[in-house]
Structures are given as C-alpha cells and as structure tokens.
C-alpha cells in the first residue's frame, strides 16, 4: 500500500471523517494504487484551491457511493477509489474545470499511450496526442 500523508495536502482530520468509508489506518488515508493517491491529492488541492467546498466533496463523493451500491458494486472497498475518480470528473465538469469531451479525449489518450508502453516502463503522453505530458 502507498501512504500518502505530505502536510500540504493532508486534509484536516474532520474534513477526513467527512468522508464515508475511507480506507484509512491510524496515519491517515492508504492507497492500494498510485492512482489512487493522485485522484486523493487532486481533489484535496482542487478544494483548497476554492473550486468546491470540502462539504460537496464529501456529498458528490457519498452520490457516487450511493450509485456504485445501487448498481450492485461490491462494498468491500476494491472499487472505491473508482468512485472517488467519478466524484472528482463529475465536480471538475460541474464547477467548468474542464468539459466531458476534453475528459473522454484525455482518458482516451492514456489509454493509448498505456497499450503501446512496454512493461516496466513508466506510460507518457505524447506531446500531439492533444494533452500535455504528465509532467507539464
């Protein structure tokens, strides 16, 4: 697991209790994936940045919990960070941070970018692909 707790970006310890069903250890927030600590860390500086409210955070989060368990998704919490990347397009798209085509064309330039990255090496957009590399 990856533990993510850096000062400048670990949210208060209430704002973390507002939070349903984080997976956590007495340290803070945990990360099967690195992913995960990345969508944590965006939504935790999109917040302190003002473009939403720590309180919308937590109730678009808990919408997508509610969805996911209404659509059958197990709450063993595999997929909950899933649910925590929906949270976070549907407020960037909700609050003009970025549109649904500019996510979809985004999303479908890592994905090519991933299938034609050998193993073990670490995925980059190209700079035509119409994103940025991850760096930039």
């Given at each position: 697991?990856?533990?993510?707790?850096?000062?400048?970006?670990?949210?208060?310890?209430?704002?973390?209790?507002?939070?349903?069903?984080?997976?956590?250890?007495?340290?803070?927030?945990?990360?099967?994936?690195?992913?995960?600590?990345?969508?944590?860390?965006?939504?935790?500086r999109l917040s302190a940045e003002g473009h939403f409210t720590w309180k919308e955070w937590a109730a678009t989060l808990a919408e997508e919990l509610k969805v996911a368990a209404e659509h059958g998704e197990a709450d063993?919490?595999?997929?909950?960070?899933?649910?925590?990347?929906?949270?976070?397009?549907?407020?960037?798209?909700?609050?003009?941070?970025?549109?649904?085509?500019a996510l979809l064309a985004r999303k479908e330039a890592w994905a090519d970018a991933y299938r034609h990255t050998p193993h073990g090496r670490p995925v980059e957009l190209k700079k035509d692909s119409g994103a940025a590399t991850r760096d930039s």
């Open positions: 697991m990856t533990i993510l707790h850096p000062p400048d970006l670990a949210p208060s310890t209430e704002n973390l209790a507002s939070i349903p069903h984080i997976p956590r250890d007495d340290g803070g927030p945990i990360f099967a994936e690195p992913w995960q600590a990345e969508a944590f860390a965006l939504a935790v063993d919490g595999s997929r909950y960070y899933h649910c925590w990347l929906a949270a976070l397009e549907r407020l960037v798209v909700t609050k003009g941070l970025s549109d649904p085509a």
